[in-house]
């Protein structure tokens, strides 16, 4: 067969994985990220069964399974530390076959980047254009004052703001404000035994789950204005949470001396027509940037990595637009319900009215105890999915 080439725009999870997927299925691809370095954006992230499946695929499944770290009861809390809702890490386990992964991002990019050549990668290379191709043309990329790049596959993998996305569909709306703002950290251990878990409270949420490496992967969100500045992130933080159950306010009182990353969170609340035009394939962000109260966000570029490749297979180069169809096709619908259903729960998640919070609280107590199990269940459409093989170019198990 020819040689088929591809380029990828950004490298973040999705575009990393999007790379390794499409080597392994015997294309040339190039990496473009426009940082001189893989500083991930963002501190930890969720890698539920779902993804550990697609990572077999490409050959880091293993390498992503060793760093689960979760043990015994996980769940819902309020602020005052009662439950709510509680399942635990081995129900997870058991159900899927697979456990649910909370990892430092860094780890994941490191394990993607690990089984890429050192030259597929070009840092600090900023995309200033995209030709879309055809079915009789190649794409081309522009880098700056370079000669275009040629290929018969463009990747855009270029986050929530992707230059690439737009050119493609001008007249989509884009992203949207989604209500909240959200703090990330790395936390030492607090020293004390503690359960992983999520605490609703009035219009705001904290979550705590522990790392391999001992570290606390902490998040934190709030109902606030867009674009609202803080004269002191932390300050905030105490402000909002020093009151809350225990190890909340240990982990609150560590971000003083870290490195914290807040962030407004924006979506892309109307579905795309398509996740492709021409030649051009959107993935991760660039393609359904979502809210991020399933933890999907990664799980889905990842999906979308595997089944770009799954799909494109052994197909010639001159019959990569007509095969990136089935591609939108296959992805459309289930990151549509994955988007929307994350997006339901964090209207439950962030509600402020007191009445609201009481008759939340009430009912995901009374759903606890009548269903044993209820949050494993209700994760079985999003997480219980086997990803297409890949070289085949049919999107079968």
């Known amino acids: ?75 819902l809390r309020r602020p005052d530390g009662r439950w709510l809702s509680r399942t635990s890490a081995d129900a997870i386990r058991t159900r899927f076959g697979e456990p649910m992964v909370v990892a430092a991002r860094s780890a994941v990019v490191d394990a993607l980047r690990a089984v890429l050549p050192t030259d597929a990668v070009r840092t600090g290379t900023e995309v200033t254009s995209v030709e879309q191709g055809t079915a009789g043309a190649p794409a081309r990329v522009t880098v700056g004052d370079d000669a275009p790049l040629a290929a018969d596959l463009v990747v855009a993998a270029d986050g929530l703001r992707s230059a690439a996305r737009q050119a493609a569909f001008p007249g989509h709306a884009g992203p949207r404000y989604a209500g909240y703002t959200t703090w990330r950290w790395l936390a030492p251990s607090p020293g004390q035994p503690y359960r992983p878990a999520e605490t609703w409270g009035r219009g705001r949420l904290f979550g705590a789950m522990p790392l391999v490496d001992g570290r606390v992967y902490c998040w934190a969100s709030s109902v606030a204005a867009a674009g609202q500045e803080y ?92 095969a990136l169809a089935s591609y939108s096709g296959t992805r459309l619908p289930r990151v549509t319900m994955i988007a929307e259903r994350s997006r339901r729960v964090g209207r439950l998640a962030q509600v402020t009215s007191p009445l609201a919070v009481l008759a939340r609280d009430a009912g995901l107590r009374l759903a606890d105890r009548l269903v044993p199990d209820l949050a494993v269940r209700q994760m079985v459409p999003v997480v219980d999915v086997e990803p297409p093989a890949l070289g085949s170019g049919r999107l079968t198990p």
């Open 1 to 75: 067969m020819e040689q088929r080439r591809a380029v990828v725009i950004g490298a973040g999870i999705g575009g990393l994985a999007a790379a390794v997927a499409l080597r392994r299925t015997g294309w040339q691809v190039t990496v473009l990220e426009r940082l001189q370095r893989l500083d991930p954006a963002g501190a930890g992230l969720a890698i539920a069964p779902n993804a550990l499946r697609a990572l077999d695929r490409v050959g880091v499944g293993d390498q992503v399974r060793a760093l689960a770290a979760a043990r015994g009861d996980v769940g």
């Open 231 to 322: 004269q002191d992130d932390h300050a905030e933080l105490v402000r909002l949470y020093a009151d809350w159950h225990d190890p909340i306010p240990a982990l609150v009182s560590a971000a003083r001396d870290l490195t914290l990353l807040r962030l407004d969170i924006e979506e892309l609340p109307t579905p795309l027509p398509a996740y492709h035009r021409d030649r051009l394939a959107l993935v991760g962000d660039a393609a359904h940037a979502m809210t991020p109260f399933l933890g999907q966000g990664a799980c889905q570029a990842i999906e979308d990595a595997v089944t770009l490749a799954a799909v494109l297979g052994d197909v010639p180069a001159g019959a990569v637009p007509a």
